[in-house]
């Protein structure tokens, strides 16, 4: 337990520097500086803070635990518990306020989505020539992932990775960890052969007609939850491809029920769900300071708090993460951070594209999350990844579904302190992955669609990504086990970490299995020493 030190209260004077979340009048104003006022400050001690509770932190979370060490997770967002016939998550179709992050732009998928505020699912952050996509609960962005499991092939990884890094023991060790953790299985045919998964069928068809590799996905479910929806046991949640901002009925081994459920289990990890952290910084005594808002989930700030630890992990996410450190740097929190800080920021290379073809049925219902995919890897310099992934029911067959593209890239953008705004800006260049995307990946696309269909470029109208990476990379900035170069005790063990791709991939697996590598190492050196 926190060795709570001392309460007290904010008066108006200490916030009036705050940045309110939306314009307010003056009479509301008036009434937010009363209850300014009554807001609490509590400060604490920790032995290990780590922010963020996506793939990094869950498995920074279980190691140290099973370690002996405690540990207090921060999460940002709330806990969306499922099972059969739930309705935790929102409808992509009918997308409400449980759809997006209270501090978001306020528009999903393109469009703009105008709700009450809420600790919603997934922010967009805007940035020069591109909008970059990241979630909030407890879980981070294995709640809304598709559930791609890829590892990526040893040529292609040690193209991109650091030398450092041994394939051998990625390939025998932390990768099938991963595996075993998450329950990866592929769908089943009895599932596949369904009708509600045509447009699946129909992809393998295309890739298969156009010579392609074709592959069944590892996906983190358990597809008996499917095959009961088939049944009528359950309502559909899989089986229509309803899937895209979370699964409803249980059965999908995202990191909160996978990771943080079994760190919690030890009994010395605690979860602090709807703890905002604003800034991290170094304390006067030379430990870590965190700077936390205890909120409800309109955003409504409870509590403020100033945490302190010997061990900071920085686990909130390639946006977050990033933003975070670039912040600190700029106003002076955290001297002497590493000139790379903000650099080797990427996106994946990710592609969206909506493959129509006016005469051919892909189904009412599609089936998912996802089944099948063409890993293109022979070549390191132009491995790329497309996937199907069914569209949500629309009550009639739109002649339509699907295919998502990802791959390796040299494109890199960064972030900047810009000291008007007060906050880390992501510059992203014009040209970005231009090269591979409409390259390779659209290549690709194309030729599985064929020559009669019609493939709209969803990323040409609305530039953006699924899959921020970079930002604090590995060896510019941090070491391979993710410490920030002379600045003991700090660690970045997310997709800030990678360097701007994971080797064709969708990032989850790879940022899984190198923080389990690095979570090895940490507890053999750093536990009882910085830790």
């Known amino acids: 337990m926190p060795d709570i030190k001392r309460r007290?209260?904010?008066?108006?004077?200490?916030?009036?520097?705050?940045?309110?979340?939306?314009?307010?009048?003056?009479?509301?104003?008036?009434?937010?500086?009363?209850?300014?006022?009554?807001?609490?400050?509590?400060?604490?001690?920790?032995?290990?803070?780590?922010?963020?509770?996506?793939?990094?932190g869950g498995v920074t979370a279980l190691r140290l635990a099973e370690a002996g060490v405690p540990v207090t997770v921060l999460e940002r967002g709330i806990r969306w518990p499922t099972g059969p016939n739930a309705s935790t998550f929102p409808s992509p179709t009918a997308p409400d306020k449980r759809a997006l992050w209270y501090k978001s732009v306020p528009q999903l998928f393109g469009r703009p989505i105008l709700v009450e505020p809420f600790t919603g699912l997934v922010e967009a952050v805007p940035g020069d020539n591109i909008t970059a996509l990241c979630a909030a609960g407890v879980g981070g962005g294995s709640l809304i992932y598709q559930g791609m499991s890829l590892q990526p092939a040893e040529a292609v990884f040690t193209t991109h990775f650091p030398t450092g890094i041994d394939w051998t023991?990625?390939?025998?060790?932390?990768?099938?960890?991963?595996?075993?953790?998450?329950?990866?299985?592929?769908?089943?045919?009895?599932?596949?052969?369904?009708?509600?998964?045509?447009?699946?069928?129909?992809?393998?068809?295309?890739?298969?007609?156009?010579?392609?590799?074709?592959?069944?996905?590892?996906?983190p479910i358990d597809w008996k939850y499917a095959l009961d929806e088939l049944r009528g046991v359950m309502r559909p949640s899989y089986t229509n491809g309803d899937g895209a901002l979370?699964?409803?009925?249980?059965?999908?081994?995202?990191?909160?029920?996978?990771?943080?459920?079994?760190?919690?289990?030890?009994?010395?990890?605690?979860?602090?769900?709807?703890?905002?952290?604003?800034?991290?910084?170094?304390?006067?005594d030379g430990r870590w300071a965190v700077h936390v808002n205890r909120i409800d989930t309109t955003g409504r700030i409870l509590e403020n708090k100033i945490l302190t630890t010997n061990a900071l992990v920085m686990a909130a996410g390639s946006l977050n993460t990033t933003r975070m450190l670039v912040r600190a740097a700029g106003q002076g929190r955290i001297s002497d951070l590493p000139d790379g800080l903000g650099d080797g920021w990427g996106t994946n290379a990710d592609r969206i594209y909506v493959w129509t073809t006016p005469d051919r049925e892909f189904g009412v219902?599609?089936?998912?999350?996802?089944?099948?995919?063409?890993?293109?890897?022979?070549?390191?310099?132009?491995?790329?990844?497309?996937?199907?992934?069914?569209?949500?029911?629309?009550?009639?067959?739109?002649?339509?579904?699907m295919l998502v593209g990802y791959g390796v890239s040299d494109g890199r953008g960064r972030f900047d302190y810009d000291p008007a705004r007060g906050d880390a800006v992501l510059r992203w260049p014009h040209e970005g992955d231009w090269a591979v995307q409409t390259g390779h990946i659209d290549?690709?696309?194309?030729?599985?669609?064929?020559?009669?269909?019609?493939?709209?470029?969803?990323?040409?109208?609305?530039?953006?990504?699924?899959?921020?990476?970079?930002?604090?990379?590995?060896?510019?900035?941090?070491?391979?086990?993710?410490?920030?170069?002379?600045?003991?005790?700090?660690?970045?063990?997310?997709?800030?970490?990678?360097?701007?791709?994971?080797?064709?991939?969708?990032?989850?697996?790879?940022?899984?299995?190198?923080?389990?590598?690095?979570?090895?190492?940490?507890?053999?050196?750093?536990?009882?020493?910085?830790?």
Request: glycine fraction near 8%; charge should be negative; charged fraction near 15%.
């Open 246 to 284: 979370g699964v409803n009925n249980g059965g999908k081994h995202s990191v909160d029920v996978t990771y943080i459920a079994a760190a919690e289990a030890t009994g010395r990890v605690t979860v602090q769900a709807l703890h905002e952290v604003t800034d991290v910084g170094r304390a006067p």
């Open 443 to 531: 290549r690709t696309v194309r030729a599985i669609a064929g020559p009669t269909s019609i493939v709209t470029d969803t990323n040409a109208i609305v530039p953006s990504t699924w899959h921020p990476l970079g930002g604090a990379c590995m060896e510019t900035v941090c070491d391979l086990e993710g410490r920030v170069h002379d600045q003991r005790g700090l660690y970045v063990l997310d997709g800030a970490l990678m360097p701007g791709n994971t080797a064709a991939c969708n990032p989850s697996m790879t940022i899984a299995a190198v923080a389990e590598r690095a979570l090895d190492r940490i507890v053999a050196h750093d536990v009882g020493v910085v830790i």
């Open 8 to 56: 007290s209260f904010l008066t108006a004077a200490a916030v009036a520097g705050m940045t309110l979340a939306a314009p307010v009048t003056a009479r509301a104003a008036v009434g937010i500086a009363a209850r300014v006022d009554r807001i609490p400050l509590t400060r604490e001690d920790h032995r290990v803070i780590v922010i963020g509770s996506g793939f990094g």
């Open 365 to 401: 219902a599609q089936g998912g999350p996802v089944v099948y995919g063409s890993l293109n890897w022979d070549d390191p310099a132009t491995a790329h990844t497309v996937i199907q992934a069914s569209i949500p029911s629309l009550s009639v067959d739109v002649h339509s579904t």
């Open 169 to 219: 023991e990625m390939d025998r060790v932390h990768y099938p960890r991963v595996a075993r953790m998450l329950q990866l299985s592929v769908a089943p045919d009895e599932l596949v052969d369904s009708p509600s998964y045509l447009a699946p069928r129909t992809f393998a068809q295309h890739v298969e007609r156009a010579g392609l590799p074709l592959s069944k996905i590892p996906m």
